[in-house]
């Protein structure tokens, strides 16, 4: 089992910066893979970022170059570095693992606003 915990989501103006981070119960290398989703209001849930165990990264074609995710083995911690945000940037951001079975954090809430 794994209980994953984000913190770092904000207010924020357009351009600026951000840092999630994704607090998880046991070794993240022992977690197959790692992912930042994202929920804005009325729209889907949608991957933004992926690292698998071998450290391979993929990004959503929104958030390339401007996203990166990232992961610190001492912590245990999974991180999103968010630069150059924009307003359709705003939504709820989740952690998600996939260990044998799927789990979820509870969210955190990222605006872009000014």
């Known amino acids: 089992q794994v209980q994953l915990v984000e913190s770092g989501g904000g207010l924020v103006q357009p351009g600026g910066s951000l840092r999630l981070s994704c607090a998880a119960s046991r070794s993240i290398f022992s977690i197959q893979t790692m992912d930042w989703y994202r929920q804005a209001p009325g729209k889907q849930r949608e991957l933004v970022a992926t690292?698998?165990?071998?450290?391979?990264?993929t990004y959503a074609d929104s958030v390339k170059d401007r996203f990166t995710i990232s992961r610190d083995k001492a912590k245990n911690t999974l991180y999103l570095q968010m630069n150059s945000l924009k307003p359709e940037d705003t939504a709820v951001y989740y952690c998600h693992a996939l260990y044998y079975t799927a789990y979820w954090g509870q969210g955190t809430q990222v605006t872009v606003s000014a």
């Open positions: 690292i698998t165990r071998s450290g391979t990264t």
